[in-house]
């Protein structure tokens, strides 16, 4: 039987396996080419950056002498800037001004008193605003503690002086008790100034806020006059001389808002009493028994005398 096959067909059987290889051909072909093309791109890629890290190389090599010394000099020029400026602290700076602010403020608390608005009026004084008085967040108590610390600072210079007197003049050396006495009559006279008002200084003191600063002050008064008396123990006579001599040099401060004798002579003579009592304050209180026996009879000559505090107010000195 003879069949009859259209041109469509015949067309493709004979073309469809000939284009479908072509196409497999062309499809395996593209396939390589994108792998080659790959392969080709990343290798220049690797070579690329292979070539410009051999060329940093070679450029920092024949480049190191001169590299380097730019880097010295370029060290040693920022060590010569940091040595030509100056370190500046602002700590310093306001420490300055406040010590400033509390000199200018001393002769405005007879007018004022230990308070804010003596600092205030310093600060005027010296042409900064009353506000400044700010700095100094205990209020008029860091005037009592300036004016206690100077004085402590005149009176080491005065002992200084007195301990080079005594380097060019040996036979002018007091003893232990008179050379003390001295001391502490050079440092209540430097009270003087304000003593119409310093019951008031001596009242913020009081208060438990302010005992600590209040205890390092008198310390560093007894400490200075015992160290330039001579003394040098290290064991509990350090102690106890220092209280001993605390106690004293206070009870006498009181004693002395209350005398109106020409030149404080009655406070003088009191003074001299208090470390007669010790009989030799140079040798006292040799163990804590003799500290606590010589300390109750401190103890009530400093009350005999505060029991006339009551009418400091009406000083007419």
Not at 79 to 100: K, M, V
Not at 136 to 145: I, S
Not at 164 to 178: M, N, R
């Amino acid at each position: 039987m003879n069949q009859m096959f259209s041109v469509r067909q015949v067309a493709k059987y004979l073309f469809a396996p000939r284009i479908s290889g072509q196409v497999r051909r062309l499809e395996t072909s593209s396939a390589i080419f994108s792998s080659e093309s790959r392969s080709q791109h990343e290798g220049a890629t690797h070579s690329e950056k292979r070539a410009d890290h051999e060329e940093v190389m070679h450029s920092e090599k024949a480049a190191g002498p001169e590299d380097s010394s730019q880097q010295d000099l370029g060290s040693d020029f920022q060590s010569a800037q940091e040595q030509e400026e100056p370190f500046f602290d602002a700590s310093d700076a306001e420490d300055q001004l406040r010590r400033e602010i509390l000199d200018a403020s001393l002769p405005f608390v007879h007018s004022f008193g230990w308070s804010q608005d003596a600092l205030s009026q310093g600060a005027e004084s010296l042409g900064y605003s009353g506000m400044a008085h700010g700095l100094f967040p205990k209020g008029g108590v860091e005037l009592v503690n300036h004016f206690y610390a100077t004085c402590n600072g005149r009176l080491q210079g005065f002992l200084e002086n007195e301990a080079e007197l005594v380097k060019e003049q040996p036979e002018i050396k007091k003893g232990t008790t008179a050379f003390i006495a001295c001391a502490v009559e050079e440092r209540l006279r430097m009270n003087v100034e304000y003593l119409d008002i310093w019951h008031k200084a001596l009242a913020l003191h009081a208060s438990p806020l302010n005992a600590q600063r209040a205890l390092e002050n008198i310390t560093t008064l007894v400490d200075h006059i015992w160290y330039h008396a001579g003394d040098r123990s290290t064991d509990f006579n350090w102690y106890t001389k220092r209280g001993i001599l605390a106690a004293i040099y206070k009870t006498t401060e009181i004693y002395m808002l209350q005398d109106k004798s020409a030149d404080f002579q009655d406070t003088w003579a009191f003074m001299n009493r208090r470390l007669s009592d010790v009989h030799s304050v140079g040798k006292c209180a040799r163990s804590a028994e003799a500290f606590t026996g010589n300390f109750v009879n401190f103890s009530k000559a400093g009350l005999a005398t505060a029991l006339n505090i009551l009418g400091m107010n009406a000083r007419t000195r």
